[in-house]
């Protein structure tokens, strides 16, 4: 039977093929990659490759090119078996390298063993030139002298078509070269060649992408050994890697860090080949560069996207209990204060429980925005008015040693956005820039129009082409290292020390900037300050109403409400509070519960107080049901924590009054009281102190 060597990262799939190749008699080798392959090949020659396209170090389409122009390997059969790549465009293009066959994973056994049955039969040694017919003998001449002058003369031609071959060859291959160094030139990506046979493996040739590329010109790097591109952040094992490869005469791809001409670092994905003589010796190196900075960037990106997503799940959990428990402890201080005289020593510590709340019900608020999981009251606004107003504040926190400065664009458009949230925002900012400066300096902040293209918006996997209004915040400080930079918007990460910070004020303003569907940039260098550029679209809406916080007397009422609350302490909570203020309450554990409660009622009753989340039949579901029995009812959902999904679905879209756990008991008796006269509801704004 026939050698069969298989080329695949992943082991379960060389697993697979073993089995079946073995089961049909066949001798199998294995190879990770392109690179092991062509080794591997050399040394054993097989009958037939399968190589996967997406693999480390060298690809599917890298190694088509080395085995196809090996003249060992060439006349080898190569079937691409993968399941990345596998649009018609992938297939030419693998087909054009050289693959005699190409099948998409998984393919039946049975179509498998065909196809390289097929293969093996009709593989070889690869195509041999043709052989052409001998010259037909010239006619024999009587006169012997007439023979020898013909005989000379048909020398003389011949050496003349051959002169005249050697002229044509050269010129087609003068020609051929003026072709190949154009079109080197003409490649983006960056070519070098270094000399194997010279110590150090000096710089001979460098096309016109290395300077592109790099910023160095030719003559600049000519000479040298392509070290000097590394810098303080290449990574030693990368390095060493190469080294290894070149060690071993042995193709290698990888990406490094490295520097161009003026210092700005760049990730280099670079691709190494050695040329090798006759005898096997490598006399040259042939490196290919490309700068894929821009990509690295946008995986990053996403890779950090991902990252805050997998923690904003748990934060959001947890936050949801800390909000029952909040209400809880916030609702029973409440009533503590109340209830003692301003003398009792007893009324400054049950404050002191309420303060502590407070501060808690900001933390878990915190928690909920970066990760997205808070439902933002987005009004379209001005940003000019939410910096006028959260000047005063900003001075305040900043300190006298710190000159602020604000200039403010007033032909800016509008944007949509929670007010309350894009203060916030403004103010992690600020004291950010602040903490940056401990000896003094300068906060600016300015605002301005922008216009992001399709061109920068590529770049960026939380950017959309069009218009948009950004506010910057820049300060004199510190500045931040390219690492330090790489993970500000990590939430819990601080350069703070201890006690100092929570970690969670950047990771705020990032989850507050999504929401309004923005993006951020940041600028920064160490010694020479930072600057946060904040990009929120433009809105085409008039602005909207400035909201109206509630004051003087709580109201009462004499109206049923039907309450449905899974946790026993805040359901117990809410139905003293409501019954204190003159309502007739008719407590729930769950949604069957209240169904039950209202059919024994005969579905009298004038608003149903629902959490959206319980076991089994959520809020949404409950007030489903509610109305179509109930028709005048009218509905209050309150939650610690959902989903936005879940809340838009059920709360948002119904355009119904919604209420954030922690609340206080004023926050709730006001809104019940709104909810049942049809107006709107006050702002559900986070825990206030009592």
């Known amino acids: 039977m026939s050698r069969i060597l298989i080329i695949d990262d992943h082991a379960d799939n060389r697993y697979m093929l073993r089995a079946l190749l073995s089961g049909h008699g066949h001798d199998v080798d294995e190879a990770r990659h392109g690179a092991e392959a062509l080794s591997m090949a050399r040394a054993h020659r097989p009958d037939l490759a399968i190589v996967d396209l997406l693999m480390p170090v060298m690809d599917g389409y890298s190694l088509l090119r080395y085995w196809k122009s ?24 693998a087909r054009d390298l ?8 998984p393919a039946e056994p049975d ?7 097929s293969l093996l039969e009709s593989g070889g040694d690869g195509p041999r030139p043709p052989q052409g017919d001998p ?5 024999a001449y009587g006169d012997v002298l007439v023979r020898k002058l013909e005989e000379k003369a048909m020398q003389l031609e011949r050496a003349n078509a051959e002169l005249h071959e050697q002229i044509a060859t050269r010129r087609r291959s003068e020609e051929a070269l003026r072709l190949r160094d154009r079109a080197i030139q003409a490649v983006s990506q960056g070519i070098v060649i270094c000399d194997a046979r010279q110590d150090d493996l000096p710089i001979i040739y460098a096309g016109a992408g290395f300077e592109r590329i790099t910023g160095y010109a030719p003559a600049e790097a000519i000479g040298r050994n392509c070290r000097f591109l590394q810098g303080d952040g290449t990574d030693p094992a990368t390095v060493a890697e190469l080294r290894a490869a070149i060690a071993a005469r042995r193709p290698c791809s990888t990406t490094i860090l490295n520097r161009r001409k003026d210092g700005r670092p760049f990730w280099n994905e670079l691709s190494i080949t050695p040329v090798l003589d006759d005898h096997g010796e490598a006399t040259h190196y042939v490196g290919v560069q490309n700068d894929v900075t821009a990509r690295r960037e946008l995986e990053e990106r996403l890779r950090q996207s991902q990252k805050l997503e997998a923690i904003g799940q748990l934060a959001g959990g947890v936050a949801h209990d800390f ?11 409440d009533i503590m204060v109340r209830r003692l005289s301003p003398g009792d020593p007893l009324r400054r510590q049950a404050q002191a429980i309420c303060d502590a709340s407070a501060r808690a019900a900001a933390l878990t608020r915190q928690l909920l925005t970066f990760s997205r999981r808070s439902v933002p009251d987005l009004r379209v606004l001005e940003l000019n008015t939410v910096v006028r107003e959260t000047d005063t504040m900003l001075r305040r926190l900043i300190g006298e040693d710190i000159v602020l400065e604000t200039a403010l664009d007033e032909r800016i458009g509008r944007v949509r956005a929670d007010p309350d949230q894009l203060g916030q925002a403004l103010l992690n900012l600020a004291v950010n820039a602040r903490d940056a400066m401990p000896r003094g300096g300068r906060i600016s902040i300015a605002t301005t129009t922008a216009h992001i293209d399709a061109s920068y918006a590529s770049t960026r996997t939380d950017a959309r082409p069009g218009a948009y209004v950004r506010l910057s915040v820049s300060d004199t400080g510190e500045g931040m290292t390219a690492d330090v930079r790489a993970r500000i918007f990590e939430p819990f990460f601080t350069t703070k020390p201890v006690g100092k910070g929570t970690g969670l004020g950047l990771a705020v303003v990032h989850g507050i900037v999504r929401q309004c569907s923005g993006f951020i940039e940041v600028y920064s260098e160490p010694g020479r300050g930072t600057s946060f550029a904040v990009y929120l679209p433009a809105a085409t809406e008039e602005a909207s109403s400035p909201r109206q916080r509630p004051d003087g007397p709580v109201p009462d009422g004499t109206e049923t409400i039907l309450l449905a609350e899974d946790e026993a302490d805040v359901r117990i909570l809410a139905t003293a509070a409501l019954e204190g203020h003159g309502y007739t309450v008719i407590p729930a554990p769950n949604a069957s519960s209240a169904l039950t409660a209202a059919a024994d ?18 809020g949404g579901e ?4 509610v109305r179509n029995r109930n028709p005048s009812a009218k509905v209050l959902f309150m939650s610690g924590y959902t989903e936005d999904a879940v809340v838009r679905h059920d709360v948002l879209e119904e355009q119904v009054a919604f209420l954030h756990k922690p609340f206080s008991l004023d926050d709730l008796a006001r809104t019940v009281r709104a909810v049942l006269d049809g107006g709107s509801p006050p702002s559900s704004a986070p825990m206030h102190r009592p």
């Open 622 to 625: 409950l007030w489903t049901h």
């Open 98 to 105: 050289g693959a005699d066959d190409f099948l998409i994973k």
């Open 601 to 618: 009622r005969n579905w009298r009753f004038d608003l149903l107080l629902t959490d959206v989340v319980m076991p089994g039949m959520g």
């Open 323 to 333: 909000n029952n428990l909040l209400t809880v402890i916030a609702g029973h201080g």
């Open 111 to 117: 179509a498998m063993m065909a196809c390289i049955s």
């Open 70 to 93: 090996d003249p060992d390997l060439r006349g080898i059969p190569v079937l691409v078996y993968t399941a990345t790549y596998t649009g018609p465009k992938d297939e030419r293009l």
């Open 135 to 139: 010259e037909a003998l010239l006619a």
